[in-house]
Nanobody, 115 residues
């Protein structure tokens, strides 16, 4: 049973920074890719960033230059460093991990960006 647990979310003011963490536990799987998605109220869930086991990264255009994704493969852990946060970044952020064609999801962590 794979469980993805996000941490690090919380209220942050515009221009601030936040670091999200996600730990995949409960199995011995090595994930091909891990990443972060987000869903703002009234909007569809969208990819924020992901990273392959080899370290290849992919970012949404809206966060390029502001967010950085990284992972520690041996720990099945993925991080998202968010800088220069904007109000439009407000969303529930979900951790995602993929093993072959199987995808796993975390419960989500709220990131309200407000002054």
């Amino acid at each position: 049973q794979v469980q993805l647990v996000e941490s690090g979310g919380g209220l942050v003011q515009p221009g601030g920074s936040l670091r999200l963490s996600c730990l995949a536990s409960g199995s011995g799987l090595s994930f091909d890719a891990m990443g972060w998605y987000r869903q703002a109220p009234g909007k569809q869930r969208e990819l924020v960033a992901d990273i392959s086991s080899g370290g290849i990264t992919n970012y949404a255009d809206s966060v390029k230059g502001r967010f950085t994704i990284s992972r520690v493969n041996a720990k099945n852990t993925v991080y998202l460093e968010m800088n220069s946060l904007k109000r439009e970044d407000t969303a529930v952020y979900y951790c995602n991990a993929r093993w072959t064609i199987i995808q796993y999801w975390g419960q989500g962590t709220q990131v309200p960006v407000s002054s």
